[in-house]
């Protein structure tokens, strides 16, 4: 079973819509990351928190907007998004952060925008 | 720049054949960390193994084994034995000791098919 949980497992979504992606985690871990993964690209760090601050944001348009509220959930709204973002949308944690941690992932919400 | 290169993008073996995946990495840290991750058709990557830069030994677990060379820069996995249960897409990363860094650099995967 899984630490890390993500819903909706799947989404489809106009252009004009908004909508949000969860990611939770149960291993007691303070630190939570979001990522894009596109096919055939590398996976695509979008943001960081540490202890429910945000301390990346790997140049991500703005129509992408996460929220932290306690060190166990993670979202990331959606608003006017555009056909080449459709991807999956993966969430991970470790305990801190730092170069050495392992990061525990989700099984990802796969996205698809017409 | 750091950089991770898996230049095998899908490998084909049979069932209980050893298949070697390769990843090469570049970064100027002399402290840093390399991973291992697989991500099954589910979608969740699991981690496999963490390397420090300044452990060379290799590393073996069951079936799966690691071959960490900073000479060529390098950090092979080998599955001896390969299952079906190995498919799977791999992804080498990896992370810089620098403070500050959050960062994973991950390779673009190599997708691992085991034909029964």
């Known amino acids: 079973e899984t630490g890390v949980t993500q819903t909706p497992r799947h989404l489809v979504m106009g252009m004009t819509n908004k909508k949000s992606l969860k990611c939770e985690q149960h291993?007691?871990?303070?630190?939570m990351y979001w990522y894009k993964q596109s096919a055939k690209k590398p996976l695509e760090l979008m943001f960081v928190y540490s202890l429910e601050e945000r301390v990346e944001n790997n140049s991500v348009p703005s129509r992408f907007s996460p929220e932290c509220p306690n060190s166990s959930h993670l979202f990331l709204h959606l608003h006017t998004l555009q056909p080449e973002d459709s991807a999956l949308y993966l969430c991970?944690?470790?305990?801190?952060?730092?170069?050495?941690?392992?990061?525990?992932f989700g099984p990802g919400t796969r996205l698809t925008v017409l | 720049a750091q950089k991770v290169t898996q230049a095998q993008t899908e490998i084909s073996v049979v069932e209980k054949e050893d298949v070697t995946l390769d990843c090469v990495y570049e970064t100027r840290d002399t402290t840093y960390y390399l991973f291992w991750y697989k991500q099954p058709p589910s979608g969740e990557l699991v981690f496999l193994i963490r390397?420090?830069?300044?452990?060379?030994q290799n590393e073996i677990s069951g079936r799966y084994s690691w071959n960490f060379q900073k000479s060529t820069s390098s950090f092979n996995f080998t599955i001896t034995a390969s299952q079906v249960v190995d498919s799977a897409v791999y992804f080498c990363?990896?992370?810089?000791?620098?403070?500050?860094?959050?960062?994973?650099?991950f390779g673009t995967g190599t997708r691992l098919k085991v034909l029964a």
């Open positions: 291993l007691g871990h303070n630190a």
């Open positions: 990363a990896l992370s810089e000791g620098s403070s500050g860094t959050y960062k994973y650099i």
């Open positions: 390397r420090n830069s300044f452990d060379e």
């Open positions: 991970a944690s470790s305990q801190v952060t730092g170069a050495f941690n392992e990061q525990f």
